[in-house]
């Protein structure tokens, strides 16, 4: 009996344990499908945003809306980055390009510059706002500077204005030379309802490797689209807290980008210019697309001779003002009868070759520059893009002749270069009594929202 009863008692603990083993396995159960319901729910969300993500992240342009007109200057808003200090001497390069008719945007300056710097100026440069404090900011970087801070904070405050109809704001340096009508001509390409982020890196292999390959260097100026702007402000001040390790300013808007999952679109028409020396070989070789914006120009030698460089930027805009997207654009023609090969980079030089170059080889720049920073490092003279040497000796060079005037009619521009006799070669040649070249050209008219073709254009060359 005794053992039946325990059998008993046993089967009893079993039945009580019953009740309680369905009970767990009801809570399990209820647990695993809440637990599911909200995998299925981040896998959803997490899907979308990486969805989204992908969008943004892309590589070809999106056309721009038929529905909308085309971009053009009355849709950019400018932030100039500038000091009480820089801005009376850098005022000159603003004004080279600024039309205050066309175009909106503010120059930022720490405090208000001397009223030297405001007076007799004011019609043709665009409004000054003095930025905010930033001393709430950590900087950690040894060595650099804190008014980094203050110019990542530049898009907030732009955007801050609520300027109505903009589409992109555009950032760049008091020393940047922008090209506005090629620049919003390249803006066009993009579908400025999405997120972009459009600029270049450095002519420098160490700059980029110092900094970074994907970064768009603020100097040589960037562009953010609307809504993408709008974003970037909301988190910049947060982000900016995160990276007090670093040294400027476009390294921080960079990052903070890059959190928002959005990485650069290059354009190659914008130029960081961290070079130094003689442009020369930058600006008649220049890339198939069209120039964007030149950028620290206090460093490099005038880009026309025997003058200064704002007369010599003033005379290139002289030009600019005529067909601004041919200028700099590169044209190699061939002279059969005189074995000639004759180079144009319009609006600013002729350079005329004895003998039949081959085209590879002078879409190629010549090294005419010095590297940014000089040292034994040897990835310091390492540049991005391939190059030829520029013969030290005259006589190996070729002639070259430098813009002197344009003159225009409805169908055709006439643009006149004259020999540079200075560095000319004395010994005889075919191209030694050559004094003028005349160069006629149809305006290049670029539609909105297309590229310059990626071909070489055909000139008819008159030599006098």
């Known amino acids: 009996m005794h053992r039946v009863r325990r059998n008993q008692g046993t089967m009893n603990r079993r039945l009580l344990k019953i009740p309680g083993e369905i009970l767990t396995s009801s809570r399990l159960k209820d647990l695993l499908l809440i637990f599911s319901s909200l995998c299925i729910l981040y896998l959803v969300v997490s899907h979308y945003r990486i969805s989204t993500l992908l969008q943004i992240r892309h590589t070809q342009p999106y056309p721009s809306s038929s529905s909308s007109p085309p971009t053009s200057l009355s849709h950019l808003a400018f932030a100039i980055a500038s000091s009480s200090k820089s801005w009376p001497n850098r005022r000159h390069y603003v ?26 100026t004011t019609e043709s440069l665009p409004p000054v706002l003095i930025s905010e404090d930033t001393s709430r900011f950590p900087y950690t970087y040894k060595g650099g500077l804190r008014s980094a801070i203050r110019v990542s904070r530049i898009v907030s405050e732009i955007v801050a204005r609520n300027l109505s109809d903009v589409r992109w704001f555009v ?32 002519e420098s292999f160490e700059q980029n490797s110092r900094f970074s390959f994907e970064m768009a260097f603020g100097g040589g100026g960037f562009a953010i689209s609307y809504p993408l702007a709008r974003v970037l402000a909301r988190v910049m001040d947060s982000c900016l807290m995160r990276y007090s390790h670093l040294y400027g300013s476009d ?41 964007i914006s030149l950028h ?71 090294r005419t520059f010095m590297p940014w920073r000089r040292s034994l490092n040897v990835n310091l003279s390492h540049f991005m893009f391939n190059m030829r040497v520029f013969p030290k000796d005259p006589c190996k060079r070729p002639s070259i002749f430098f813009l002197g005037n344009v003159l225009t009619n409805t169908n055709v521009t006439q643009s006149n270069y004259s020999k ?6 004395l010994k005889k040649s075919a191209s030694q009594n050559l004094e003028q070249i005349k160069v ?8 909105y929202g297309q590229v310059l073709p990626q071909k070489f254009l055909v000139c008819f060359i008159q030599v006098l």
């Open 95 to 120: 004004r080279l390009w600024w039309k205050p008719q066309l175009m909106r945007g503010y120059v930022f300056l720490d405090r208000k510059p001397p009223d030297s710097a405001t007076t007799n």
């Open 251 to 291: 390294s921080r808007i960079f990052s903070c980008l890059a959190e928002l999952g959005v990485g650069l679109t290059h354009e190659s028409g914008f130029h960081q210019v961290d070079i130094r020396g003689n442009l020369f070989g930058l600006l008649s070789a220049h890339p198939l697309a069209p120039i």
């Open 171 to 202: 950032f760049g340096d008091d020393d940047t030379v922008f090209f506005p009508e090629n620049l919003a001509k390249t803006l066009s390409k993009y579908d400025h309802n999405r997120w972009y982020y459009v600029g270049s890196s450095s």
């Open 296 to 366: 620290h120009l206090d460093s490099v030698d005038p880009i026309f001779p025997n003058r200064s460089q704002i007369q010599a930027l003033e005379h290139l805009f002289n030009v600019v003002n005529v067909d601004p997207a041919r200028i700099l654009q590169q044209t190699v023609c061939y002279d059969q009868s005189n074995s000639q090969t004759v180079s144009v980079s319009w609006g600013y030089a002729v350079q005329v070759f004895e003998g039949i170059q081959l085209l590879p080889d002078l879409i190629l720049m010549q």
């Open 420 to 425: 540079d006799t200075i560095r000319s070669c």
């Open 440 to 447: 006629f050209s149809p305006k290049l008219e670029l539609d």
